[in-house]
């Protein structure tokens, strides 16, 4: 059973457009919820996280949007830019249990 | 900061070796590390959770006896491969989980990719 669903699998935009990647989660324990950028032949890297307590929360180009009673966060890449091209995972964990349940991760290509 | 250093980045062996891969935190102290499994456009598969002190937690299916996984000190938590076979070859990454503030973050290790021939 697959506790956090990811989707698009892959997504190609166009340098300066919007990336918008989604997730949707099951178990309602999960409270908090990071999002992992990767590239080829690396290990994952924080890119931002939220509290189910907020909405949306903005760092920078990246924006988490979180919908508490759909179960639903996503990611918003705003002026992508081709060095944004990368595989991107969400995940969620629940309390004090601090392990991570990941998607199954979005290839994202940025055209120039 | 929050820097975790994964060694050997790249490791080839013989079928039947055993591979030690480490992981260092190297500006904070982790009670908690954890050991992933990645294959070729997958995501992330935890193996096991590995606490200071005490003995790794392993999910289900992974096998504890192929998987050695030692945390001895706050700062240094090592993976064996042991009896190393081809379908043990992957990318392997390690997190590490801050023991003081931000507990919930784990940050990742530039990860190992073993090959075994």
């Known amino acids: 059973q697959q506790q956090v669903k990811q989707s698009p699998q892959s997504l190609i935009v166009q340098k300066g457009g919007i990336s918008i990647i989604n997730c949707a989660y099951e178990n309602t324990a999960f409270d908090y919820f990071p999002w992992y950028q990767q590239f080829p032949g690396k290990g994952p890297a924080l890119l931002i996280a939220?509290?189910?307590?907020?909405s949306e929360k903005k760092e920078g180009r990246f924006t988490i949007s979180f919908n508490k009673s759909a179960k639903q966060f996503s990611l918003h890449i705003m002026d992508s830019q081709p060095g944004d091209s990368a595989t991107y995972f969400c995940a969620a964990s629940a309390g004090s249990n601090y392990k991570l349940t990941f998607g199954k991760g979005t290839l994202l290509t940025v055209n120039p | 900061g929050a820097v975790v250093s994964q060694h050997p980045s790249w490791v080839i062996c013989k079928s039947g070796t055993s591979v030690k891969i480490e992981c260092r935190s190297l500006d904070f102290q982790a009670t908690t590390m954890f050991w992933y499994r990645q294959f070729p456009k997958q995501s992330l598969m935890l193996m096991a959770t590995?606490?200071?002190?005490?003995?790794?937690?392993?999910e289900q299916g992974v096998e504890k006896d192929k998987f050695l996984i030692n945390h001895a000190s706050l700062t240094l938590s090592t993976l064996t491969v042991t009896s190393a076979h081809p379908e043990d070859s992957s990318f392997y990454i390690c997190?590490?989980?801050?023991?003081?503030?931000?507990?919930?973050?784990?940050?990742f290790g530039a990860g190992t990719r073993l090959s075994v021939l």
């Open positions: 939220i509290r189910p307590d907020v």
């Open positions: 590995s606490n200071e002190g005490s003995k790794a937690t392993y």
């Open positions: 997190s590490a989980r801050n023991s003081g503030k931000a507990k919930n973050i784990q940050y």
